[in-house]
């Protein structure tokens, strides 16, 4: 996660303000209220008048202009709700109240157990990882504190010989606007010239991308720079497919680490100076990963809020994994392997969409220990449409959900490890992140606290709806306190994209459906600032109704019925969350998500 934690909602810091005071709906029933109220309630009746007299003290104008706002929108809900009613026959209400109680209301009770049970998992997961990671920023327990770390120096005697013989790989398909700038950035690398080879693997499978990056590659070659070129006849097992088929050359034999870069990502000259040295002074390291820092970032505002969440992914998950268990899931990128453990682990192995994490977790349970350096960089490149954020969560969580399903096992009877460590990767790694936070986060917030406006006698405790989230939002703002101002709407948009990632959850867990589909994330490179007009992928649709997002539409309907039910008939104040999270998913659903002038 890859994935924050973004099991949280708006309903957290608007119901402190209002003071609420437990989460279920009105006892009345909904055939009575709408057979028997009237148009000319009293006032007091209406929610939306509430929060008038709080500010009355401060505001008469205000006031009366919030008293006057609340109830027309109170009568006319009201009214839409009693000319519903009147149209349906007794029966129907009478009906309903009993499948309500006897059926709906068992069954939202169960749900609400269970949620409330992973959001105490959650946070109790969140608030470790968030002391570990604190307590090291707080302690400057720098890596360099924990592991040895001396830089190589050539002398007379040995020469370039004193550094070790790297390969550093470069997988790559259809990578048009960005291949320059990765294959640049690597080969500007300060590493001497004979002690490097530079693999350029390219899947492409347009002839034209083929011969553009195989020119620059002649380019560099021309220059002194010891960089192949490396083409498969087939696609299989896709990116982990063409790392393990670049590791099968014998040139490689001959290299004692391997670095790994996507085709969007630019490491700075200095990468490997900083990097290697850590695996040279310290044989039981298998990885050194680096942090990903993103040069699109302020694209758009769905480009920022995913900073947020792999801003904290970094900070706060792989810190805390590095500083406690020397365990956490390769990025596929951005890295530095040493090659002998990765064959102890198997190599790359094509049977989920997550290969970097498949590898790592076969390397952990053979003993070797893992390094996460905060402070080494990678600029990359961040996806600035909602439809390759979209393609990129899902093969990320389904691939990771997968995984667990096949590797469970393997952790349970893995021999070269501690049963804390058996215990970290099996419970907190996968279930609880990769797992829990993603069934918890849409089953809660955008199913079952919604329907327990509609149920009355489901209630849903304070320290559930309010405290937990909003001790999550607290967490993350704080390794984020850059972008505290939009995180109100990080959380709005997170819990969108849990619609999407339950569902490749699910389709990891039960191996269904693409549960192996690999969809390349498209990117831009430095496009969109040579001709901004231009910036929108080709493949992009123009037409209005190819954006429309039914899925996302069909929730919002949803809320904004629980979101108005509980304007007229509701005791809290969840209207107020609802309505802001009905509005996301309209947004959303309509195609407003990504850089502007996309159109998906």
């Known amino acids: ?94 009906v309903w109240s009993l499948v309500r109680t006897k059926a709906l209301a068992p069954v939202l009770m169960v749900l609400v157990a269970a949620c409330l049970f992973m959001s105490v998992m959650l946070m109790v997961e969140v608030t470790s990882m968030a002391t570990v990671s604190l307590a090291v920023k707080l302690l400057r327990c720098r890596p360099e504190k924990r ?20 390969l550093v790989q470069i997988p790559m398909y259809n990578e ?9 950035a690597v080969c500007a690398l300060t590493w001497p010239q004979d002690r490097i080879i530079i693999q350029v693997l390219d899947d492409s499978t347009d002839p034209a991308i083929k011969d553009l990056v195989a020119l620059e590659c002649k380019i560099w070659a021309s220059k002194g720079t010891n960089i192949t070129y490396e083409v498969r006849d087939n696609r299989k097992g896709y990116k982990a497919g063409a790392l393990k088929k ?17 085709a969007d990502f630019r490491p700075g000259s200095d990468f490997l100076m900083r990097t290697i040295p850590y695996l040279v002074s310290n044989s039981h390291i298998a990885l050194v990963q680096a942090r990903w820092e993103f040069v699109n970032y302020s694209e758009c505002l769905m480009t920022r809020i995913q900073r947020i969440s792999l801003d904290y992914h970094f900070k706060v998950e792989q810190e805390a994994g590095s500083s406690t268990f020397a365990f956490f899931g390769f990025n596929g990128t951005a890295g530095v392997w040493r090659i002998p453990a990765i064959e102890e682990a198997g190599g790359w192995k094509d049977r989920t969409t997550v290969e970097d994490m498949d590898l790592a977790v076969r390397a952990g349970l053979k003993g070797w220990k893992f390094l996460y350096v905060g402070d080494i ?13 979209r393609h990129q969560q899902h093969r990320w969580t389904c691939g990771a959900a997968n995984l667990f399903r096949k590797v469970a096992l393997e952790i349970l009877i893995a021999k070269n490890v501690s049963i804390w460590k058996k215990f970290h990767v099996l419970y907190s ?8 936070t993603h069934i918890v986060t849409f089953l809660f ?23 937990i989230p909003t001790s999550i939002t607290v967490l993350n703002a704080l390794r984020n306190p850059r972008f505290i101002h ?102 959303i659903g309509f195609g407003f998500a990504g850089a502007s002038g996309s159109k998906s």
Request: charged share 15%.
């Open 486 to 587: 939009i995180m109100p709407l990080w959380v709005l948009f997170e819990n969108v994209m849990s619609l999407h990632r339950i569902k490749a959850t699910l389709i990891g867990l039960l191996e269904t459906g693409n549960v192996n589909v690999w969809v390349v994330t498209e990117k831009l490179g430095e496009a969109p600032k040579a001709n901004p007009e231009n910036s929108r992928p080709e493949a992009t649709s123009t037409k209005f109704r190819d954006r429309i997002n039914f899925t996302e539409l069909g929730f919002a309907v949803y809320l904004l019925f629980c979101a108005s039910y509980n304007v007229v008939y509701g005791h809290n104040y969840y209207y107020i969350y609802l309505y802001l999270q009905a509005f996301a998913f309209i947004a």
């Open 176 to 184: 048009k606007e960005v291949y320059k700038l990765s294959i640049g």
């Open 246 to 262: 670049g590791m099968e050359y014998t040139y490689v034999q001959q290299c004692e680490f391997v670095a790994i870069f996507d």
């Open 429 to 436: 790694f996968f279930f609880v992140r990769k797992i829990i």
């Open 1 to 94: 996660m890859r994935n924050a934690f973004p099991a949280v909602f708006y309903l957290a810091a608007t119901t402190a303000a209002c003071e609420v005071t437990s989460a279920a709906a009105s006892s009345l029933t909904l055939g009575p209220l709408l057979r028997q109220l009237t148009y000319s309630h009293p006032p007091s009746s209406s929610i939306l008048f509430r929060p008038s007299t709080a500010i009355s003290t401060t505001s008469a104008l205000a006031a009366k202009c919030a008293r006057v706002i609340g109830l027309s929108v109170s009568d006319n809900l009201e009214l839409f709700f009693q000319s519903a009613g009147a149209a349906l026959p007794e029966q129907v209400f009478a």
């Open 445 to 467: 917030y955008s199913v079952v606290v919604p329907a327990s406006v509609l149920v009355p006698e489901v209630k849903i405790p304070l320290w559930g709806v309010m405290y």
């Open 147 to 166: 592991y040895k770390w001396e830089p190589i120096k050539a002398d007379e005697e040995s020469g370039s010989l004193a550094y070790p013989m790297v």
């Open 377 to 389: 960089k990678v600029k990359s490149e961040l996806p600035c449409t909602f439809k390759a954020y």
